[in-house]
């Protein structure tokens, strides 16, 4: 069987100009403009966006609302490095670091929220160390 590989996600927001701002500058995605709306890249991958006065169909805006989302990005360092960037953007930590199990093994992860309240994990698989 052929394996099909994951092209993007959805998450859905309530506000655009916040969401933009966070996606952009505390998680570094490039902004994409569609016509409706936009998406949010980081090189290959891709989160789409369902957001307020959005038309199209299908959407995921019901049954998951803004918030309703749970999201883990690798981190390109040691954790201890996004743990300075969450606070040098005033994102607080609701857990971590500790270690967790992603795609690679086991990693050190910090958790936090997005201006929605979606669950956001930075996992790092460098040699840092965990709870």
């Given at each position: 069987m052929k394996k099909p590989k994951l092209d993007h996600?959805?998450?859905?927001?309530?506000?655009?100009?916040?969401?933009?701002?966070?996606?952009?500058?505390?998680?570094?995605?490039e902004l994409v403009v569609?016509?409706?709306g936009w998406a949010y890249r980081f090189g290959d991958e891709?989160?789409?966006v369902h957001g307020p006065s959005q038309?199209?169909?299908?959407?995921?805006?019901?049954?998951?609302?803004?918030?309703?989302?749970d999201l883990c990005f690798e981190w390109p360092g040691a954790i201890e490095e996004a743990v300075?960037?969450?606070?040098?953007?005033g994102v607080p930590i609701e857990v971590g670091?500790?270690?967790r199990t992603g795609v690679k093994g086991k990693g050190s992860s910090v958790y936090f929220r997005d201006p929605d309240g979606s669950l956001?994990?930075?996992?790092?698989y460098g040699c840092s160390p965990a709870e």
């Open positions: 996600c959805v998450i859905t927001v309530s506000e655009w100009e916040r969401s933009n701002r966070f996606y952009c500058e505390v998680m570094g995605a569609f016509p409706h891709q989160l789409n038309p199209g169909a299908p959407n995921a805006r019901l049954p998951v609302p803004a918030g309703g989302s300075a960037h969450l606070q040098h953007h670091p500790a270690t956001m994990e930075f996992i790092s």
